[in-house]
């Protein structure tokens, strides 16, 4: 597995350039952090990009099968690590050598994008240690799927189709599916939301033009990423970012309302809660969880967490980027938890050697379920994350 060697000091400073978190006060101390992170670049997942098909165009071809993480999106994920390792210990949460085992945990959904993202992540991070991943299907419960039930399966198929009534697109947001539209070569695209669809017991889904647009511009993003020709030669950084407004559109109607993000963090809820118990108890820890767009979208829901920062499109889960959760001891027997995004910018994902000099862009932000403080109570965010689970 190739290794990014980067210089101790260009890191150092780097940290502190991007944000990773200093300490706001003497007294204050990280106890744990959870990192949920999405997978690294990946070929498209259907080899027809999406259903239903949205232009006649021929599609770039990838030299990986699909849905598999690339040689590129490994590198990337790779010197995420290596910032990330360095940031750990700085904080005083990982050893300068290995962390023993109850230190340190890492888990991922089953998908080979996510396993071998996290086995990157993992390795650039202790790369002289044989520290396992753990798949999903090994834990009692899995993070990765909804708490399903009747009344859940009820309650969310309600609560998108609510949202898809309400939906009015804005004018920006026409101008938008109109550049779509263009760039397809298919004007007479519309973005009606479509139907939610529920076989069975399966979860519900919103199939129409709006998925196929979410997933035409998720490809857009890592053909981007991954350093090809975008959009058939049409698409620049800035024409990426406007048209990932569809994606986060899809998002917002289908992963972040309420009813649908609460039975789908249920798990990884209780994981993080989990997760900080133990280092309220004295044991400070870190866990590393891989997922999908689809994980980071609901907990961004659930808490009412919002991102934008340059080179990082508001709202949108980019390939190696993460919500972080940090337990906060913050002197005279006060806990918090801060919240924060953090992920490669687009043109430094797609140049390796650009994300080498300036590292991932970290933001800390807000959840509007804990008023407009910068830290949530402890107690706040257990009672948010109880109330869900």
């Known amino acids: 597995m190739a290794r990014c060697l980067l210089g101790f000091s260009s890191i150092l400073l780097a940290l502190y350039a991007v944000g990773i978190p200093l300490l706001a006060h003497a007294q204050e101390r990280i106890l744990a952090e959870v990192v949920i992170m999405r997978h690294g670049?990946?070929?498209?997942?259907?080899?027809?990009?999406?259903?239903?098909?949205?232009?006649?165009?021929?599609?770039?071809?990838?030299?990986?099968?699909?849905?598999?993480l690339t040689h590129h999106g490994r590198q990337v994920v790779n010197i995420v690590g290596h910032f990330q390792a360095m940031a750990w210990r700085r904080m005083g949460?990982?050893?300068?050598?290995?962390?023993?085992?109850?230190?340190?945990?890492?888990?991922?959904?089953?998908?080979q994008r996510t396993l071998d993202t996290a086995q990157e992540f993992v390795g650039a991070s202790f790369p002289t240690c044989n520290i396992p991943v753990t798949p999903a299907t090994a834990l009692p419960e899995?993070?990765?799927?909804?708490?399903?039930?009747?009344?859940?399966l009820r309650t969310a198929t309600v609560a998108m189709s609510r949202a898809l009534e309400g939906f009015h697109p804005d004018p920006v947001m026409v101008r938008t599916m109109k550049e779509f539209g263009e760039v397809m070569e298919n004007p007479d695209w519309n973005v009606a939301p479509g139907k939610v669809s529920v076989v069975g017991n399966e979860w519900p889904v919103l199939r129409g033009p709006l998925l196929a647009a979410f997933q035409v511009t998720d490809t857009f993003m890592m053909e981007y990423e991954e350093g090809m020709t975008t959009g058939w030669g049409k698409?620049?950084?800035?024409?990426?970012?406007?048209?990932?407004?569809?994606?986060?559109?899809?998002?917002r109607l289908t992963r972040r309302v309420s009813g649908v993000?609460?039975?789908?963090?249920?798990?990884?809820?209780?994981?993080?809660?989990?997760?900080?118990?133990?280092?309220?108890?004295g044991k400070r820890h870190v866990t590393l969880i891989v997922g999908h767009d689809d994980t980071?979208?609901?907990?961004?829901?659930?808490?009412?967490?919002?991102?934008?920062?340059?080179?990082?499109?508001?709202?949108?889960?980019?390939?190696?980027g993460a919500l972080i959760f940090d337990l906060l001891d913050e002197g005279q027997h006060q806990l918090g938890v801060r919240f924060r995004y953090s992920a490669p910018a687009l043109d430094d994902a797609r140049m390796p050697e650009q994300l080498q000099?300036?590292?991932?862009v970290s933001m800390t932000v807000s959840s509007n379920k804990c008023g407009e403080e910068k830290v949530c109570s402890y107690s706040v965010f257990?009672?948010?994350?109880?109330?869900?689970t």
């Open 261 to 281: 993000a609460e039975p789908e963090t249920a798990v990884i809820g209780r994981l993080i809660n989990d997760a900080f118990a133990q280092s309220v108890n």
């Open 41 to 68: 670049i990946r070929a498209p997942i259907l080899p027809s990009v999406s259903t239903p098909s949205l232009t006649q165009r021929p599609w770039v071809r990838w030299e990986n099968a699909p849905g598999q």
């Open 357 to 360: 000099k300036h590292g991932p």
């Open 382 to 388: 257990q009672k948010i994350i109880h109330d869900h």
């Open 235 to 251: 698409l620049n950084e800035a024409g990426v970012e406007r048209l990932l407004s569809l994606n986060t559109l899809y998002a």
């Open 296 to 320: 980071l979208n609901a907990l961004a829901g659930e808490l009412d967490l919002h991102w934008h920062a340059a080179g990082l499109p508001a709202d949108m889960p980019l390939p190696a």
């Open 93 to 111: 949460l990982m050893p300068a050598d290995c962390p023993v085992s109850e230190a340190f945990t890492a888990i991922a959904d089953t998908d």
């Open 142 to 152: 899995n993070p990765f799927r909804p708490v399903e039930t009747t009344e859940t």
